[in-house]
């Protein structure tokens, strides 16, 4: 390989590092735990969300609680945030609310890669969430709320303030790819199937053309599987 191509690679293994690429067959490794290491996401949100899908896959071997997507506003810093709380359990946040899910039936989670979609519409209030192709109850979260524009966006982390105060004991080790979220509710067929077909439009962010920024420790490799 030329010296010159490897620049990009080297770029974006950098602290602070900004890039808008696609990122198919690659990860996001957070090696450790930190309260300093996580991936901003600059989402396209030109308008105030009135419902979302949110989906990505992540491999981990932890089983004390961890944030995967944190979406903070300068009034709410809990707009949007998914934690798994154990191995069996995932809070979800939405408008400062939240519910709790219980998710039973697999022997060997938390040992293979785990695919999560959250859906939520502000009309309805009704919130789902998907866990490897299989929905849970529907249920209902802040009815009536919409998300704000001025959201900080990430992962990796739990934003207890706009854009900070993170805790070390909810950040996430492991890998994690596939990020996308939506602007509208995504039907069931697509859900089930969210790694098998072309992703569909509009897409608030989209892995394939991602624009985002690496801080701290967090490096961009080739996936395994």
């Known amino acids: 390989m ?5 620049w990009p690679l080297i770029f974006l293994g ?5 890039a808008q690429t696609g990122l198919d067959e690659k990860v996001f490794v957070f ?3 930190s309260a300093n290491a996580y991936v901003l996401l600059k989402p396209h949100m030109p308008e105030r969300l009135h ?3 949110a989906c990505l896959r992540f491999y981990t071997d932890l089983t004390r609680q961890f944030s995967l997507l944190s979406c903070a506003s300068k009034n709410n810093d809990n707009e949007i945030l998914l934690l798994r709380y154990s191995p069996t359990e995932y ?3 939405v408008g400062g609310n939240s519910l709790s899910y219980a998710v039973s039936g697999n022997a060997d989670r938390g040992s293979h890669w785990e695919n999560i979609c959250v859906v939520w519409n502000s ?3 009704i919130i789902q969430l998907w866990v490897d192709g299989l929905a849970l109850p529907r249920k209902g ?3 009536g709320y919409v998300l704000k524009t001025d959201l900080v966006m990430m992962l ?13 004991q909810q950040s996430f080790v492991g890998e994690m790819a596939e990020v996308y979220i939506w602007d509208t509710v995504l039907p069931p067929e697509h859900l089930r199937r969210i790694r098998r077909e072309k992703m569909p439009a509009p897409l608030v962010v989209d892995w394939t053309a991602l624009d985002f920024e690496i801080r701290g420790y967090v490096v961009l490799e080739t996936a395994l599987d």
């Open 2 to 6: 030329e010296q010159s191509s490897l």
């Open 14 to 18: 950098l602290s602070g590092a900004l």
């Open 31 to 33: 090696p450790e735990p």
């Open 51 to 53: 419902q979302f899908t």
């Open 91 to 93: 809070h979800i946040y």
């Open 123 to 125: 009309t309805t209030g």
């Open 141 to 143: 979260l802040s009815k």
């Open 156 to 168: 990796g982390q739990d934003q207890d303030s706009y854009g900070g105060s993170f805790d070390r």
